[in-house]
């Protein structure tokens, strides 16, 4: 079967064509700048990457042009070989506790929570609406980011403001990255032959989370309300004291959504370093002795290191620890500086282990107490089985 996993952006849309059960990506690819002057989008079939210029006046004419595409490629003979298409939905809110099959009344449903994700929820459905279009007979299917996290309780989804908050307006923890945290956590319970671990996923690249999780379910998560919440990330700040907002309003004439968007967008190992949200530019930096990205490096990996011990105490204990994404993929660095700020809890490095980029590997010593697994996340793959295995039902 042939499964289309798409992430339609505002501006954007990224597909991933994928043989099931084989796991094999056929073709992969990036539309950008839709609606926009100069769009343009590239397509990667066989080890060759071939870019189109096109303009491109919304997200039906990118899956419109991909859908050519595809054919005059000849990944595909014909669009009855696409079997079903998932997408990526960042926010499902309280309802969606797994992926569903879309169809209008759905995506009506979810337009509720386009408040709660105004960058990315009204993207994600105009992505799917284009693709209802372009196949009208195939199986459409929303895997949501917030899904996995909805197994929370409210001791952990609670924030200690006035309860009408949550009750009237919705103001919980969500979670995000939950596609990739459900994805790992199968992993590695598959390779470890136990499908009752307590693990403690650590989603570490540009964005960054971590969830703790119990038996397949999650307790508690690191990102909030937004994905704003939690550790320090490439350009977010994580965790603030929210009374610093209307200081710094005052203080350099901000509105809140400036403010807020300079959290978002300003911060984390940009703003500290000052030199890049790209982790590859800071490590060079601190290779030339800049005590900036000294500092922020170590402050990213201490954050993750408090996260882990804090939910090891939650989880009373965890079975392993996985890394992923950019940092926890590639970063020799960065796995070596959090794993030495964890050594209370008896977590081991072996260095030997800990030379190599984006495999499937343990990184710690045997007597360590917990292992630390390097487990590389397939957001794309776990859509598209989630797309195959409603589209059985
Ligand atoms: P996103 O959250 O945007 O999906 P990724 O998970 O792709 O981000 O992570 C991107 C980050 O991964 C980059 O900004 C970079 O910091 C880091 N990264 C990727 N490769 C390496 C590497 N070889 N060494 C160090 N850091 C890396």
Same mark, same amino acid.
């Given at each position: 079967m042939?499964?289309?996993?798409?992430?339609?952006?505002s501006s954007?849309?990224?597909f991933?064509?994928?043989?099931l059960?084989?796991?094999?990506?056929l073709?992969s690819?990036?539309?950008?700048k839709?609606g926009m002057?100069?769009s343009f989008y590239t397509?990667?079939?066989?080890?060759?990457k071939h870019?189109?210029e096109k303009?491109l006046k919304?997200?039906s004419?990118a899956?419109d042009?991909l859908?050519?595409?595809?054919i005059?490629?000849?990944?595909?003979?014909?669009?009855?070989e696409i079997d079903g298409?998932g997408?990526?939905?960042?926010?499902?809110?309280?309802?969606?506790t797994?992926?569903?099959?879309?169809?209008?009344?759905?995506?009506?449903?979810?337009s509720?929570?386009?408040e709660?994700?105004?960058l990315?929820?009204?993207?994600?459905?105009?992505?799917v609406?284009?693709?209802m279009?372009?196949l009208?007979?195939v199986i459409?299917?929303?895997?949501?980011? $917030?899904a996995?996290?909805t197994t929370?309780?409210e001791r952990?989804?609670?924030?200690?403001?006035?309860?009408?908050w949550y009750?009237d307006?919705?103001?919980?923890?969500y979670?995000f990255h939950?596609?990739?945290h459900r994805?790992?956590?199968?992993?590695i319970?598959e390779?470890l032959?136990?499908?009752?671990l307590?693990v403690?996923?650590?989603h570490?690249g540009?964005g960054?989370?971590i969830?703790?999780?119990?038996?397949?379910?999650v307790?508690?998560?690191?990102?909030?309300f937004t994905?704003?919440a939690?550790?320090?990330?490439?350009t977010?700040?994580g965790?603030i004291?929210?009374?610093l907002?209307p200081?710094?309003?005052n203080?350099?004439?901000l $509105?809140?959504?400036e403010v807020?968007?300079?959290l978002?967008?300003?911060?984390?190992?940009?703003?500290?370093?000052?030199?890049?949200s790209d982790?590859?530019?800071?490590e060079?930096?601190?290779?030339?002795?800049?005590?900036?990205?000294i500092?922020?490096?170590d402050?990213?990996a201490?954050r993750?290191?408090n996260?882990?011990?804090m939910?090891?105490n939650?989880l009373?204990?965890?079975d392993?620890?996985t890394?992923?994404a950019?940092?926890?993929?590639?970063s020799?660095?960065?796995r070596?500086?959090?794993i030495?700020?964890?050594?209370s809890l008896g977590v081991k490095l072996d260095p030997s282990k800990?030379d190599?980029?984006?495999e499937?590997?343990?990184?710690t010593?045997?007597d360590?107490?917990?292992p630390?697994?390097v487990v590389?996340t397939n957001?794309e793959?776990?859509?598209?089985?989630d $797309?195959?295995?409603?589209s059985k039902?």
């Open positions: 042939k499964i289309l996993a798409i992430n339609a952006g954007s849309l990224k991933t064509l994928i043989e059960p084989e796991e094999k990506v073709a690819g990036l539309f950008e839709i002057a100069g397509i990667k079939y066989q080890g060759e870019v189109f303009e919304d997200h004419y899956v042009a859908m050519q595409g595809l005059d490629l000849k990944i595909i003979n014909s669009l009855d298409v997408h990526r939905i960042v926010h499902g809110g309280q309802k969606f797994e992926s569903v099959i879309l169809n209008d009344e759905v995506l009506e449903e979810i509720a929570y386009n709660l994700a105004p990315h929820n009204p993207a994600n459905i105009m992505g609406k284009a693709f279009k372009a009208p007979r459409q299917v929303g895997v949501f980011d $917030t996995f996290h929370m309780k952990e989804f609670l924030y200690a403001v006035p309860y009408e009750q307006l919705g103001v919980r923890k979670g939950g596609t990739s994805f790992v956590n199968k992993e319970c390779k032959g136990r499908d009752d307590k403690i996923s650590c570490i540009n960054a989370s969830t703790a999780i119990d038996g397949g379910k307790v508690d998560t690191s990102m909030g994905p704003l939690g550790l320090m990330m490439g977010r700040s965790d004291d929210a009374s907002i200081y710094v309003m203080k350099l004439n $509105t809140c959504e807020v968007n300079d978002n967008k300003k911060s984390g190992l940009l703003g500290i370093s000052g030199v890049s982790s590859r530019d800071v060079d930096a601190i290779k030339e002795g800049n005590e900036r990205a500092l922020a490096q402050m990213y201490q993750v290191a996260y882990i011990a939910y090891n939650l009373g204990g965890a392993v620890i890394l992923t950019g940092l926890g993929e590639n020799i660095m960065m070596e500086a959090i030495n700020k964890i050594s800990n190599f980029r984006g499937f590997r343990c990184i010593t045997d360590s107490k917990i630390v697994w590389p957001e793959l776990m859509i598209a089985l $797309t195959l295995n409603l039902k």
